[in-house]
């Protein structure tokens, strides 16, 4: 069985009617996005970072997987399927994908601020509590203030290695939904093989390498186009 690896962004899971932080010029749901979405923003302000994660995990609620989600994981018929996410959602588990690696943190994942080893998973339910799920006070069973387990800019990716290990034994490359501007997720492109096939869904695609085949569509129509393709010969 063939080795399908995809790089996902925020177009993907747009259409599921997650914003972005970069659709409006520097804000991400009206916050300057260094505030709630950096190191030192942290560091300034850790209420603030609290309140705005807690705001996006309450949107959660409201949003479900999509085609392209779906789609992603009716490739797992045909091949071995590993997801490699920019996007801190848990849309892809959602939808039922098996393999999944995120570069950017997890949203509804807190860790401690003195062991960063430790991390946890936040209850279901507490999506639907309108109020707070984590504070400045929130402490994990050791009695240890926590963080969103979000890899915030400033900070290192540490699960690159893993994703460019992923790359490298592609047999088919996929990225969908993303500019290609974000390092160094934008570079997983180029850790795929020269021998991989290489595909690239976007409604407004970057440059890209001539090797590359481009589907010029949304996550969910370009996802239904690669499918077609994929599966034709099977």
């Known amino acids: 069985m063939k080795t399908l690896v995809v790089s996902s962004g925020a177009g993907i899971s747009a259409e599921s009617g997650i914003t972005t932080f970069r659709d409006a010029g520097?804000?991400?749901?009206?916050?300057?996005?260094?505030?709630?979405?950096?190191?030192?923003g942290f560091l300034r302000n850790p209420a603030l970072i609290h309140k705005f994660y807690n705001e996006r995990r309450a949107q959660l609620v409201d949003v479900k997987p999509n085609a392209a989600h779906t789609g992603l994981v009716e490739l797992e018929k045909y091949f071995n399927v590993n997801v490699i996410t920019q996007n801190v959602d848990d849309l892809h588990e959602?939808?039922?994908?098996?393999?999944?690696?995120?570069?950017?943190?997890?949203?509804?994942?807190?860790?401690?601020?003195?062991?960063?080893?430790?991390?946890?998973?936040?209850?279901?339910?507490?999506?639907?509590?309108?109020?707070?799920?984590?504070?400045?006070?929130?402490?994990d069973p050791y009695g240890d203030p926590v963080r969103p387990h979000i890899v915030f800019f400033e900070e290192a990716v540490p699960n690159f290695d893993r994703a460019c290990m992923l790359a490298q034994k592609a047999d088919i490359f996929v990225v969908i939904g993303t500019s290609l501007v974000v390092y160094p997720a934008a570079s997983l492109l180029h850790y795929a093989p020269r021998t991989a096939e290489i595909y690239y869904i976007d409604p407004k695609p970057s440059s890209v390498p001539d090797y590359v085949h481009v589907i010029p569509k949304t996550a969910t129509e370009g996802v239904k186009e690669l499918i077609d393709i994929l599966t034709s010969n099977q």
């Open 26 to 40: 520097g804000l991400w749901e009206n916050y300057p996005v260094m505030d709630v979405a950096s190191h030192t």
């Open 94 to 139: 959602r939808a039922g994908s098996k393999n999944v690696l995120h570069l950017h943190g997890e949203l509804m994942k807190v860790r401690s601020l003195t062991h960063e080893e430790r991390v946890y998973t936040l209850p279901c339910d507490k999506l639907t509590d309108k109020g707070l799920v984590t504070s400045v006070d929130t402490r």
